[in-house]
């Protein structure tokens, strides 16, 4: 199953477009964003999509502050850019009182991952990262099994505007290093490949 994108009113304002977003309902399991503006709906991730967010997870426990959380479903907004993105894990300190209870803004997240899917690659490959360069998430992780030279892991930073640098790049089965303040090298032969 494929991505399926619900485009509205052009004129159509951010706060209806957020209002249209929370109030609608969307199929059980599905992961749905607002994404320049447009409202996607994707299925459920694979299996081994799943595997390789968990095993990011659980080595980011391991250096993160303890104020700090890693979340595998939470929405963060990036107004500016109409979207509201579910990353496939954001690493961010909670706000004490969220102006909403659907989602946080994108600005505290200090990481956000993405693991891409067949059918949504481009999203996470061009979309996702200039609004999270725009909203000043300092790292971008994207780990892209469907790269058209064989899976990928690369690591973006240094946002100016809406544009990453990359910091680093490995195929599969080679060692990426997170840089300060989680200091982590993540093995990427512990991801399913195929």
Known sequence: ???????????????????????????????????????????????????????????????????????????ISVPSRLGMLIPDLVVTQLPEHPEAESHIPAAPAELVVEVTSKSNARHDRVSKPSAYATAGIPLYLLIDRWAPGGPTATLYGEPKGDVYRVLSAVKFGDPLKLPEPFDLTIDTAEFPAD
């Open 1 to 75: 199953m494929s991505a399926l994108t619900i485009s509205q009113d052009p004129d159509q304002n951010w706060d209806d477009l957020v209002r249209y977003w929370e109030e609608m309902e969307w199929p059980e399991g599905s992961k749905v964003e607002i994404i320049e503006g447009i409202i996607t709906v994707s299925p459920a991730p694979a299996v081994r999509h799943n595997v390789i967010a968990a095993r990011i997870q659980r080595r980011l426990y391991s250096v993160i502050p303890e104020e700090w959380e890693v979340f595998q479903t939470l929405a």
